[in-house]
C-alpha cells in the first residue's frame, strides 16, 4: 500500500436504503488496510443536483477516485474525470470507458421468472424500477429482460400492462402496485418484485390485507436478499445479490486505479453472479 493517504467519494442517490447499506458492508472493511477515507455524497435522485455533485468532486478535487453507486454519468463528464487522473468505478452501470462492477441482471430476473413458471404460474406480474430515457438504471432494464426472455421460452405471452414501476424501491410502493395488480387482474398468480426486497414485502403485505395467501394464491419472489428477507412470513424467496462483494470489487479496483497499477485509457468490467434463494413465498 502507498503512503500517501487518499480519499475516495462514494456516489448513491440515498443512503438509507438496505442495498446501499450492504454493499457498503462490502467497503468499509477496506477502510482497516491502508491509508484511505471515504466521504458520502447522497443525490436523493434529483438530476440537477446529481449533476451538481458530480461536477463539484471534479472541479474541487474532492476525492482521488470515485465509486458510483447506480448512478449514472454523461460520457464527456467521464472524460474529464479521466482527464483529471480521477478513476470512476460504476456499482451496477456500464458507461462507455469507464470500469464496472455489476451483478448478471439478466440471469437472476430469468432464473425468478422460469422458477415462477415451473410452480404453475401463468398470470406473472413484475414491479420494475422507473424508466427516465437515458438516465434509467442499467438493472431495470436488464432485469425486464430476463423477465421477458424467460416468459417468450416458456411460450408465454409478455404483456406491457403486467409492468409496473416503482421509484424508490420503498415498502410502501410494493403495497400500493400489488394492489394495483390484483384490482386490475384477478387472475393474478405471481409477483416478480424486480425493484427489491422491500417492494416484495410490501406486495406480500397487501396481498395478506385483500384475505388471499402467500403462496397458495400469489406467489412473490424479491430481489437483492436483504438481511432481513429470511425473517418475513412467510420467508421471502429471492435473487441474492452478493451486494457486499460488489462494494468490496469496486472498492479493490479503484485502489488499483489509484496506485497506477490499472491505466488511464483501461476499462474493466466484472460481473458477478447471482443465487436464487427458494424460501416459503414463492
Known sequence: MPNDFHTIAVVSKLFSNNFVHEILHGIEPHLFKGPYEVNYYPTTGRTDFESDILKTILLERRADAMISISVPME??????????????VFIEETVEGGHTVKVDNVKGSYMAVEHLIKQGRKKIGIISGEFLDKRTNANVV???????????????????????????????????????????YKDLDALFCAAG????????????????????????????????????????????????????????????????????????????????IIRQSA
Open 197 to 276: 426486497d422491500l417492494v416484495a414485502m410490501g406486495a406480500i403485505e397487501a396481498i395478506h390485507q385483500a384475505g388471499l395467501v402467500v403462496p397458495k394464491d400469489i406467489a412473490v419472489v424479491g430481489y437483492d436478499d436483504i438481511n432481513v428477507s429470511e425473517f418475513t412470513k412467510p420467508a421471502l424467496t429471492t435473487v441474492k445479490q452478493p451486494l457486499a462483494k460488489l462494494g468490496s470489487e469496486a472498492f479493490e479496483l479503484a485502489v488499483r486505479c489509484i496506485n497506477g497499477q490499472i491505466g488511464r485509457d483501461e476499462s474493466r468490467l466484472i460481473i458477478l453472479d447471482p443465487k436464487f
Open 142 to 184: 436488464e432485469r425486464l429482460i430476463g423477465y421477458r426472455k424467460a416468459m417468450e421460452d416458456y411460450e408465454l405471452e409478455f404483456d406491457q400492462k403486467m409492468v409496473k414501476h416503482v421509484a424508490y424501491y420503498e415498502f410502501d410502493e410494493g403495497n400500493q402496485k400489488a394492489k394495483e395488480f390484483m384490482a386490475e
Open 75 to 88: 460520457i464527456d463528464l467521464l472524460e474529464s474525470y479521466k482527464n483529471a487522473g480521477i478513476p470512476v
